[in-house]
């Protein structure tokens, strides 16, 4: 039996190169597909979600590559929606209230991670070079919280008694569902480097998860939330 191998040109080490990454992450966690218990999104406020790493990058054979990497960022979320019989359990005072609510939401998430992807990479020419792959986050950090007001609750179905939300402080009820959230999160990277200097670029990718950012067993938010986030960057490329 022949077995088939791929041949890299040269000195595995002379060919290997680093790049340093800086980056800003701008999405958040959504479902896929707007729910119709979500009415509208009425605020989107960046955040301060920043990425920085270092890459290792191989050529393998004609124009293709392997890239691996390991980054330290935050991802983050400051928005607000309104709804209509959205599925919520919240803190009012000294009581929990659960039930459908409809009204205004005012909703914070924020995640500190080590993420490590794996990408396969294609080069166009001397300056351009496409990837994608894999890619694991490990949190080190994490929060899902915020409040609800202007709205109403109708405690257990949508004909329960009616508990209203107001705008003041001591009238808004509040949740915070960071206990229930995972620690561990798989998904897709794609994207692009440009090399616009002998040692400087910038970079643009796309990172979907696959997995929701709550537990298996976390129900009080019915839908799956996937964290979606592009990454606008720069690089320098050291080697």
């Known amino acids: 039996m022949q077995w088939q191998c791929l041949t890299m040109a040269g000195n595995t080490g002379d060919n290997l190169a680093l ?12 479902p896929l597909g707007m729910p119709a218990s979500i009415r509208s999104l009425d605020k989107f406020c960046l955040t301060p979600s920043f990425m920085a790493g270092a890459d290792a990058w191989l050529p393998v054979k004609n124009d293709f590559g392997i890239m691996a990497g390991l980054r330290v960022e ?3 979320l400051n928005a607000e929606i309104t709804t209509k019989m959205y599925h919520m359990e919240v803190k009012r005072g000294e009581s929990m209230l ?7 939401v005012r909703q914070r998430v924020r995640e500190w991670m080590i993420t490590i992807p794996v990408e396969a990479t294609y080069s166009l020419g001397d300056k351009v070079m496409l990837k994608a792959g894999p890619y694991m986050s490990v949190l080190l950090d994490k929060s899902f919280e915020g409040y609800v007001y202007d709205g109403y609750l109708r405690q257990g179905d949508p004909t329960g008694p009616k508990v209203t939300m107001g705008s003041k402080d001591d009238e808004r009820a509040t949740y915070d569902f960071s206990d229930d959230m995972r620690s ?7 994207g692009v480097d440009w090399q616009i200097g002998q040692r400087i670029g910038v970079s643009a990718d796309l990172n979907w998860g696959l997995n929701g950012i709550f537990k298996k067993d976390f129900k009080t938010v019915e839908q799956t939330l996937y964290p979606i986030y592009g990454t606008i960057g720069v690089f320098y490329r050291i080697k």
Do not use: D, P, S
Request: aromatic share 14%; net charge positive; glycine share 24%.
């Open 19 to 30: 790049k340093l990454r800086f980056g800003y992450n701008l999405g958040g966690t959504a």
């Open 74 to 76: 935050n991802k983050g």
């Open 98 to 104: 659960e039930g459908m609510y409809t009204g205004r």
């Open 184 to 190: 561990l999160h798989f998904g897709i990277a794609a």
